[in-house]
Nanobody, 121 residues
Framework: QVQLVESGGGLVQAGGSLRLSCAASGSIFSIYLMAWYRQAPGKQRELVAGIARGGSTNYADSVKGRFTVSRDVTKNTVYLQMNSLKPEDTAVYLC???????????????WGQGTQVTVSS
């Protein structure tokens, strides 16, 4: 029932910017957390940025000062503004939403399919 669709990825040169979007749809009752992860070839998936229900945010040290996570609660959408991109930012970026649904009162994690971000040098 719950579907996450990421968009906004692409190919940019080092120093450029991209804005990722993740739209959640389906039987979502309450969203507790929306987050962005990334996974590069040969590396483990890592948390990039997250925003909680109360609006608090957290970032990986490697992206602090360059990336900004935000949300539009009316659209169930989370964004990731990525500035000053570096080649090491190249990865598949995945959206995760922690939310409650019709299955019960306990929240579950839902994952998108991912969007490719490639930063060339």
């Amino acid at each position: 029932q719950v579907q996450l669709v990421e968009s906004g990825g692409g190919l940019v040169q080092a120093g450029g910017s991209l804005r990722l979007s993740c739209a959640a749809s389906g039987s979502i009752f309450s969203i507790y957390l929306m987050a962005w992860y990334r996974q590069a070839p040969g590396k483990q998936r890592e948390l990039v940025a997250g925003i909680a229900r109360g609006g608090s945010t957290n970032y990986a040290d490697s992206v602090k000062g360059r990336f900004t996570v935000s949300r539009d609660v009316t659209k169930n959408t989370v964004y990731l503004q990525m500035n000053s991109l570096k080649p090491e930012d190249t990865a598949v970026y995945l959206c995760k939403v922690t939310a409650t649904g019709p299955s019960g009162p306990l929240p579950s994690d839902y994952w998108g399919q991912g969007t490719q971000v490639t930063v060339s040098s």
